[in-house]
């Protein structure tokens, strides 16, 4: 198999914690969210496509950069987020990119004070992240890159119109859907947020 092409140091981190090899799916994502465009990829293992995307986005911003976010991860609830940060933790310590989360609980005053000071990354829920942007507390005119975590529970009732809100919101740069089945709402959405993109099922 083809060596993983991602910085020796992201390589490094992922093997200390234990977290190689990579399977055909978290490859998968990892040539994705390098190509700049956007996909929908279809999969079974919610922990390892985390992983994955994870380390990527920290190989591809290497450092931190200006005061906005350049990547935007949309999350189904505040443990998801909290597993993202952990394993930015884990996989990014040689670099110095700042890594926020935003979601209901926490006060949101303090949440948009964190992010406002400097961010490379925010993980958030779409109700959090539309309070913030209600409050001018996350400027969205750099995102890159967005990732929407189980984006079948992201496109639920709800949550709908906050994600769509956002996607309004950030540039029309890359989307990177992840989910557990083909509901027919996430193909419309990719449709209007996030043409032209790729689809590939690994289920």
């Known amino acids: 198999m083809a060596k993983l092409k991602l910085q020796t140091e992201v390589l490094n981190a992922l093997e200390s914690n234990d977290m190689l090899p990579f399977s055909a799916a978290q490859r998968k994502l990892v040539s994705a969210i390098k190509s700049g465009q ?4 279809i999969h079974e293992c919610e922990e390892q496509m985390r992983i994955a995307a994870t380390a990527t986005i ?3 911003l290497k450092h931190s950069y200006e005061d906005v976010a350049r990547a935007l991860v949309l999350v ?4 998801v987020a909290d597993e993202y940060a952990e394993l930015f933790d884990q996989l990014g ?11 209901e609980g926490p006060k949101i005053l303090q949440q948009k004070e964190d992010i406002y000071f400097g961010a490379d990354v925010v993980i958030a829920t779409p109700k ?8 001018e507390g996350f400027n969205s005119a750099s995102v890159q ?3 929407l975590d189980t984006i079948d529970q992201l496109l639920k ?3 709908t119109g906050f994600t769509q809100r956002i996607s309004d919101s950030i540039p029309p740069k890359q989307r990177i859907a992840l989910s557990g089945d083909t509901e027919r709402g996430i193909g419309n959405y990719m449709s209007r947020f996030a043409f032209p993109y790729e689809k590939t099922s690994l289920i």
């Open 38 to 41: 956007s996909h929908w990829i």
């Open 128 to 135: 959090r992240l539309n309070e913030l942007l209600n409050i």
């Open 76 to 79: 189904p609830s505040a443990e």
């Open 58 to 60: 920290i190989h591809d």
């Open 145 to 147: 890159t967005c990732v």
């Open 157 to 159: 009732v709800g949550n």
């Open 93 to 103: 310590k040689h670099t110095d990119l700042r890594v926020w989360t935003a979601y």
